[in-house]
């Protein structure tokens, strides 16, 4: 260790000295002046200086430090809970400190409780700059960090990598200087401004960890169109697929399938993520470009992030393959021995045309001998290194082909998307009835099971949605998605058995639901369907709900996305104010898809938080999945809204792609800028500086 002083900074990220310069201070303390103790108001953080009066141990059982401390102008108390024996020593009376802390009424007048204390001669001089707070760990103290930064400072001299031009229109200074000022600010600086980010020193490097993120995006981007891929131009399947299909495009639809169909022709690979709102036609243009990629001879697979939706999309796109006399298989992680090597064996002799599937596809060794496009839908739900992962290593890239339902704000967008086209479909297939929402009380449970018998007795059929369990002190919000794998690597234990618990009280919750429900709609056929169950049961739940022989089915959020039943026009989700908004529109989604009117009920338990109450006013006022996310980033903020597992976004360490819009779209300009002059070095110079080890970036 000693011979390393850098090994234990190492918990901090920081791995090389120069890191230690983009460490920055969380908050100031402001030791440059000292306040006379008659001065002292409480809740004021302030520093006194004097000599110890008294001080004394006191209290039986569990005893406390006390002391007092005296002024010209009047004396303070000083209280320490838990102490050392060698604290005695420091605060004998006579002793003269430099103490600061929160000041507060005691019972014997003012005290602070637990100061920092210092010894100092009569007469020392006031440090001249503001004392920054460090991010730090158990084992790294305040003094050791300021020290080495102290010396980094000294040992590396930051030269400039931004061209003046981008700085000069945006005020912001040198990046040396904001470094500089931000580690010791001078006494006259305007603390808030430091403490909220506000300073022209904080945005200078929010602008620089902005620029990094989008030299690092761009770079990737270039680096993918220097591979080269097969293009894929055969158009006869398309066209034989098309007469197939029971219904017109819609003219969004038409104006993606040409974008998609263009870059597949193209000899780079297509990197487009095709966006449209729940229900508004995406899976045929996988199916299009799956068609257009098997008439080239080459293979497609399109992995889904469940079992049931990828079942689902097997059997839709299953005649649909037929009709152009195309092999289409499927493989999950539910697949079991001999079963799942038959498939793979057929896949690696290039006998299925098309593998459908779950995470199983990446997971399993799968070798496609002539992989021309990968669809990864509903992408939101994988992590960037599993979408990657598909694409697969060495030779030419298979196009990639991406459908969210998640549509990403623009302020999001524009760091999110760097590195991808766009397609958007912004308009629903004909004779779509908007979806009614309806918000009830759970005191008026009897009235909705009237109307999920009504309803069946019209013909149609309901989903009755299940509560989920809250995490222990948190707000529903803040419910991680289903179905996104496991806890976030590094997760602690304790958090991980707390979603196992919670998981079985879901289950529970589920099953125990269905119970009562059956009964209660007796003699209606309730059917119930969880994660939980085998693959080949919840196959037959879903087949039997999709074919009308099961008239309510009770579910969890495995049907979150993709399921397309059309006759279920009515949704009751129960505990509505546990989902978070995104789950909520998904999940409102999967009615509305007939031609019948649908209510989507969310049930709701009194009282609500305010942002549960602002989440089902949302749902209540709009249905616009873009006007949604918008909201749901203004309640939840970027990181939680897109997910730690997703790109770099939600790792940006300074920025706030909110507060910090204007300086984003500064640093997307300020990159162009640099990418088309020759900058090399200087770009270089910048992604070694932000980037470095940061395995978390996307990378090329
Ligand atoms: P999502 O975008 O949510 O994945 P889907 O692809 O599942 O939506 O499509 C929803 C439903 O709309 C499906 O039943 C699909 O067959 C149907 N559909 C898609 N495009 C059209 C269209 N142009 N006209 C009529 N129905 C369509
Ligand atoms: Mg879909």
């Not at 196009?399 to 479909?425: E, F, G």
């Not at 129960?574 to 909520?584: I, P, V, W």
Request: charge should be positive.
């Amino acid at each position: 260790m000693a011979d390393d002083p850098l090994a234990r900074f190492a918990r901090l990220g920081i791995r090389r000295e120069q890191d230690l310069l983009l460490h920055l201070p969380l908050r100031y303390q402001d030791e440059t002046r000292i306040t006379p103790i008659a001065a002292l108001r409480p809740g004021q953080h302030a520093q006194v200086e004097g000599e110890v009066a008294r001080s004394e141990v006191t209290g039986r059982g569990r005893r406390m430090l006390v002391a007092e401390l005296r002024d010209a102008s009047g004396t303070l108390g000083l209280r320490f809970l838990n102490f050392y024996g060698s604290q005695l020593a420091q605060l004998a009376p006579g002793r003269r400190l430099r103490v600061s802390g929160e000041v507060r009424g005691g019972l014997l007048g003012l005290e602070i409780v637990h100061p920092r204390y210092r010894q100092v001669e009569p007469g020392e001089p006031l440090p001249t700059r503001l004392t920054p707070v460090y991010p730090s760990a158990a084992g790294i103290g305040q003094a050791a960090l300021r020290a080495a930064v102290r010396k980094a400072l000294r040992a590396h001299p930051w030269p400039e990598t931004v061209p003046a031009g981008c700085l000069r229109e945006l005020g912001l200074p040198a990046a040396a200087e904001a470094l500089r000022f931000l580690h010791a600010p001078p006494a006259d600086a305007d603390l808030h401004a430091l403490e909220d980010r506000s300073a022209p020193a904080w945005r200078r490097l929010i602008f620089d960890e902005l620029l990094a993120q989008q030299l690092s995006l761009k770079r990737a981007r270039a680096a993918r169109a220097e591979r080269s891929a097969h293009p894929l131009r055969e158009a006869s399947g398309v066209e034989r697929l098309r007469a197939a299909l029971p219904f017109r495009l819609t003219a969004a639809q038409a104006r993606a399938w040409s974008e998609v169909s263009a870059d597949l022709a193209a000899a780079q690979p297509m990197n487009r993520l095709v966006q449209g709102d729940v229900g508004s036609g995406k899976t045929v243009i996988a199916a299009l470009a799956a068609a257009q990629t098997i008439g080239s001879g080459m293979q497609a697979a399109l992995m889904a992030p469940t079992e049931i939706l990828a079942e689902q999309h097997f059997a839709k796109l299953g005649p649909w393959m037929a009709a152009i006399g195309a092999r289409i298989d499927w493989l999950s992680s539910s697949l079991k021995g001999a079963a799942k090597r038959a498939v793979r064996e057929r896949v690696a002799a290039g006998e299925v045309d098309l593998l459908v599937g779950t995470h199983a596809l990446i997971e399993d060794a799968v070798v496609f001998p002539r992989l021309g496009l990968a669809i990864v839908d509903e992408q939101h739900r994988f992590g960037v290194a599993q979408r990657l992962a598909l694409r697969g290593k060495g030779g030419p890239l298979p196009h990639q082909l991406m459908m969210s339902a998640t549509p990403i704000p623009r302020t999001l967008a524009m760091t999110y998307y760097a590195d991808l086209d766009v397609s958007v479909i912004d308009e629903l297939p004909p004779g779509r009835r908007p979806v009614l929402t309806r918000l009830v009380s759970e005191a008026r449970r009897d009235e909705l099971i009237g109307r999920v018998r009504a309803a069946v007795a019209a013909g149609r059929q309901a989903y009755w949605v299940c509560p989920l369990i809250e995490e222990a002190g948190e707000e529903g919000s803040a419910v991680p998605a289903p179905g996104a794998g496991a806890a976030p690597p590094g997760a602690p234990r304790g958090a991980r058995a707390a979603r196992v618990r919670r998981e079985a009280l879901e289950l529970q919750t589920a099953i125990d639901t269905h119970a009562r429900l059956s009964e209660d709609l007796a003699p209606l056929s309730v059917g119930l369907i969880h994660g939980r169950l085998p693959g080949a049961e919840k196959q037959a739940v879903m087949d039997a709900f999709t074919r009308g022989a099961l008239d309510v089915l009770v579910a969890t959020t495995v049907i979150e996305v993709g399921v397309d039943v059309p006759n279920a026009s009515l949704m009751v989700i129960e505990h509505a104010e546990r989902f978070g908004l995104a789950q909520l529109h998904q999940l409102r989604g999967r009615i509305g898809r007939g031609t019948a009117d649908s209510v989507c009920v969310l049930m709701y338990r009194a009282p609500l938080s305010p942002t549960a109450r602002e989440r089902l006013k949302t749902m209540y006022e709009t249905t616009d999945g873009f006007e949604i996310a918008r909201r749901d980033l203004a309640l939840r903020g970027p990181g939680q809204f897109l997910g730690a597992r997703q790109s770099g976004v939600a790792l940006l360490r300074l920025a706030d792609l909110e507060r910090d819009a204007v300086l984003a779209e500064a640093a997307r300009t300020c990159a162009a800028a640099m990418l088309s002059s020759d900058r090399q070095a200087e770009i270089d110079a910048h992604l070694d500086r932000w980037m470095a080890g940061r395995e978390d970036y996307l990378k090329a």
